[in-house]
């Protein structure tokens, strides 16, 4: 499986140039939503103005993923009803309704914790407070400056709530709506969680340490079910210290990213585990934040993340699956599915 997996990530690495866009936060079209329907986008945004009086989490203790969804639905090109009827679907299985939440419009409002709002990262009962705080500061500011402001002390935690932290902040950002924006940089400072930083020690080239990562699949053999435990766990295990200090780690923030995102695309294509989609999409998020964050950012947390999350993966109960060759692959066009490629032609592994 490793030499495997290593061919496939410097297969990848070539037959899928990436480069982060360099254009300014203002200039970034959002995915999917540069031309939406008029009625999409009113539809959108006032069910993200109702998704703002939702908490962060659902019952079971899981993350609501409602205004994330709605958002990924506009972009491949859902109409209105669709949004609304997912919207009452997703509530009903969750055992919610709108009417459930408190309004926020009724709540006191806070204390001013603009100045201080920092001290309250990682404190999950101080998500409304922070919501309150990164509203105030959208309003004074603007979206540009205060995001480029937020970011550089959300980025070390990159990891909050298993990624849905950096996840829900891009869907927000791309969906250009300012209270859902609020909600999404409050949920990533209330779960903020750093993961422990190790000094490069003889750093592998990138091939080299790539197969030692997948080699190191499974190992752990991590049970807990919330993934941000487990997380949490593989960083502080001693494998996560050796495979983050032996990483090209002094790669530039942009050039690190595009390394890695073949590495857990090609790592949940074959096993289809649902911590690596979270690294997936995680990577996704933060190609969207890059022109967002400062050129100095540190690179080691994305290596810290990418770590952690292989680690956390219970890779040991996965069963490879062969990947289908490159010109198998559907062509997707915007406003056409993807057609599913014929059976790949590959021994298994």
């Known amino acids: 499986m490793t030499v495997a997996l ?31 329907d008029a009625r999409v ?15 962060p989490d659902l ?17 491949l090109g859902a109409d209105a009803d669709r949004l609304e ?39 999950a009962d101080a998500h409304g407070t922070l919501r309150e705080a990164m509203a105030q500061g959208l309003a004074l500011h603007g979206t540009g400056p205060w995001v480029r402001g937020v970011l550089p002390a959300l980025w070390p935690g990159l990891g909050a709530a298993a990624l849905h932290g950096p996840i829900r902040v891009a869907h927000a950002l791309q969906a250009g709506h300012a209270g859902e924006l609020a909600s999404a940089l409050a949920f990533w400072a209330s779960r903020w969680r750093p993961l422990p930083k190790v000094a490069a020690a003889d750093p592998l080239p990138l091939a080299d340490w790539a197969a030692a990562l997948q080699a190191a699949a499974g190992q752990l053999r991590l049970e807990a079910p919330p993934i941000s435990r487990r997380l949490a766990e593989a ?46 999409t995680g990577l996704r998020a933060v190609r969207v934040l890059l022109p967002w964050l400062p050129p100095q950012a540190d690179a080691g947390v994305l290596w810290r ?45």
């Not at 410097?10 to 031309?35: E, H, I, K, N, T």
């Not at 019952?59 to 972009?75: K, V």
């Not at 926020?104 to 990262?121: H, I, N, T, Y």
């Open 6 to 36: 290593s061919a496939l990530a410097r297969q990848a690495s070539a037959a899928m140039p990436f480069r982060p866009s360099r254009l300014p936060p203002s200039q970034v079209p959002p995915d999917g939503l540069s031309r939406p």
């Open 41 to 55: 986008r009113v539809t959108l945004h006032a069910l993200l103005d109702r998704c703002a009086v939702l908490g």
């Open 59 to 75: 019952p079971n203790g899981y993350t609501n993923h409602l205004p994330m969804a709605l958002h990924a639905l506009a972009g």
């Open 85 to 123: 009827t997912f919207a009452q679907r997703y509530l009903a299985r969750q055992g919610l309704a709108w009417a459930d939440a408190v309004d926020a419009a009724e709540a006191p409002p806070p204390a001013r914790v603009l100045p201080g709002w920092q001290r309250l990262r990682g404190l």
């Open 235 to 280: 960083g502080c295990s001693p494998l996560y210290r050796d495979l983050l200090a032996r990483a090209p780690q002094a790669l530039p923030l942009g050039e690190a990213l595009a390394r890695l995102v073949p590495l857990a695309v090609q790592g949940y294509a074959m096993t289809g585990d649902f911590t690596l989609l979270h690294l997936v």
């Open 305 to 349: 993340m990418v770590v952690a999350g292989w680690l956390a993966a219970p890779l040991h109960r996965a069963t490879p699956q062969p990947l289908p060759e490159p010109d198998s692959l559907p062509a997707c066009r915007p406003g056409r599915p993807c057609v599913r490629p014929p059976a790949p032609r590959t021994t298994t592994m």
